[in-house]
């Protein structure tokens, strides 16, 4: 298993830790630093026999400041989910190699629905990661061509989705793009629409293609959590990376 710290040229970076704000670095040369230019640690990429992929090691420094996640040099090892996307082997953390020109690629881990269920037409397509659980496919599209709904795994189609603007006096967690919209996705995981919730999602900024969830809605309305409040969500920081846009 040979390793090499060059395979990877210079690009931005955003490491997704749950429960904390995301973390914008540099890969170069086998170095990780964060954006103000401190060395933080080093990677290594090397081709793992089992799954036939390159995989990545990131070791970060014991060097850190303050509120950041990178207290321990223990290495992390990260599997690829798709071109320029890599999630640890426990499934907590996800790292994202990529820009607004060079787009990651990821495919889905479950079956086209639209066979199952031929009146849901599929609008978009995205691999669901929930700390420490396998990745999920979910499904945001239109039934009968006028409702929309949700399929998680597969499942029928329940629940809603939709977009809309940032309220303009709202602060924001740190490293989301406030220029696009916020997702709004409602389903409960076993298709049980009277406990379903509704979580909402932000674009990770410097990508186009990965969200996570920045709030939730509650009876009362719809509430984003600021950084110092990230905490609360740590066991529900779901990422979803896009598979496919439907033309």
């Known amino acids: 298993m040979a390793a090499s710290a060059g395979n990877l040229s210079k690009r931005a970076a955003v490491w997704l830790d749950p429960g904390q704000k995301s973390m914008s670095m540099t890969l170069q040369d086998g170095q990780v630093c964060v954006e103000e230019g401190e060395l933080h640690g080093h990677y290594e990429t090397y081709w793992n026999l089992g799954v036939q992929k390159w995989c990545l090691i990131i070791c970060f420094s014991a060097r850190s400041f303050c509120g950041s996640c990178f207290e321990s040099q223990a290495p992390r090892h990260l599997r690829p989910l798709g071109k320029g996307v890599y999630r640890t082997h426990n499934n907590h953390q996800i790292f994202v190699t990529n820009d607004i020109d060079n787009p990651v ?3 889905l881990p479950c079956n086209s629905i639209s ?3 031929p009146d849901f037409r599929c609008q978009h397509e995205f691999v669901y990661c929930h700390p420490s659980k396998a990745e999920e496919c979910l499904w945001l599209g239109w039934k009968g061509g006028i409702d929309p709904k949700v399929s998680f795994g597969g499942k029928e189609p329940t629940g809603k989705w939709s977009f809309h603007e940032f309220p303009e ?10 220029s696009r919209q916020i997702l709004s996705v409602t389903f409960h995981c076993k298709g049980e629409e009277s406990k379903e919730s509704t979580t909402l999602y932000g674009v990770v900024a410097g990508t186009t293609d990965v969200y996570r969830t920045i709030g939730c809605t509650y009876p009362w309305g719809n509430r984003i959590y600021v950084d110092k409040e ?3 969500l740590y066991n529900w920081h779901i990422v979803l990376v896009c ?3 439907a033309q």
């Open 230 to 232: 990230l905490e609360i």
């Open 243 to 245: 598979v496919q846009m």
């Open 105 to 107: 690629t990821v495919g």
């Open 115 to 117: 066979c199952a269920y």
């Open 169 to 178: 006096i709202h602060e924001t967690p740190t490293g989301i793009d406030r």
